[in-house]
């Protein structure tokens, strides 16, 4: 089993729809969690950042943990074009400062 | 804010030769990380640093070595480059359990 797993396939939604994205990771211990885009050709950037249990709303996006079943995700409420890249889930460890990503997710909002 | 800086942006590299990436930060962050990305496999933890002085295999280490030169700087290096190293490599940096910023990326083709 991969440390972060993220195995959903291209995901397209219309504009204004909300896009959905889900990730599980294998290590009880992890202690941070993050959401990052990517555009093509470009460096990944932080989307979302989560520590504890429950919903994180940042404008449009909502990110949503549970440690108990070991799983992240985000939605983008009102996709827009611009939100059309690969998003990609992050799990960082405190004891060592390790920090794994998943494979990513690529999202096209269809205007 | 030049935050991380690599070095170079783009390299081509004969099979069998050695080469030494370069990564910069000015954030003043503990920990830095390599990865390498190739198409629909996400970021791959090559190596990384929780803190000056030490040094982690990731999941990718294999042909690779890496050097903490002091605080701001961590350095990959390929001994004799392989084909199956063709990939785009980013460094990053972060403090504790907060999100990681990104170089621009060293977009690295071996033949």
């Known amino acids: 089993q991969k440390e972060v797993e993220q195995n959903s396939g291209p995901l397209s939604v219309p504009e204004g729809a909300i896009a959905s994205l889900n990730c599980t990771y294998s290590?009880?211990?992890?202690?941070?969690f993050f959401w990052y885009r990517q555009y093509s050709g470009k460096s990944p950037e932080l989307i979302m950042s989560?520590?504890?249990?429950g919903d994180k709303e940042d404008g449009r996006f909502t990110a949503q943990l549970n440690k108990a079943s070991q799983y992240v995700s985000l939605l983008i409420r009102d996709s827009q074009p611009s939100d059309s890249a690969t998003y990609l889930c992050a799990v960082g460890y405190y004891g060592n400062n390790r920090l794994a990503f998943g494979k990513g997710n690529q999202v096209v909002v269809i205007p | 804010n030049a935050g991380v800086t690599q070095t170079p942006k783009f390299q081509v590299l004969k099979t069998g030769q050695s080469m030494t990436l370069q990564c910069a930060q000015d954030m003043n962050h503990n920990s830095m990380y390599w990865y390498r990305q190739d198409p629909g496999m996400g970021l791959r933890l090559i190596y990384y640093s929780a803190s000056e002085g030490t040094t982690d295999k990731g999941e990718v280490p294999n042909g690779y070595n890496v050097s903490r030169l002091n605080k701001r700087e961590f350095s990959l290096r390929l001994e004799s480059a392989a084909p199956s190293q063709t990939s785009v490599y980013f460094c990053a940096s972060r403090t504790g359990g907060a999100e990681a910023f990104f170089g621009q990326g060293t977009r690295l083709t071996v033949v």
């Open positions: 290590d009880r211990g992890s202690q941070s």
């Open positions: 989560i520590y504890s249990n």
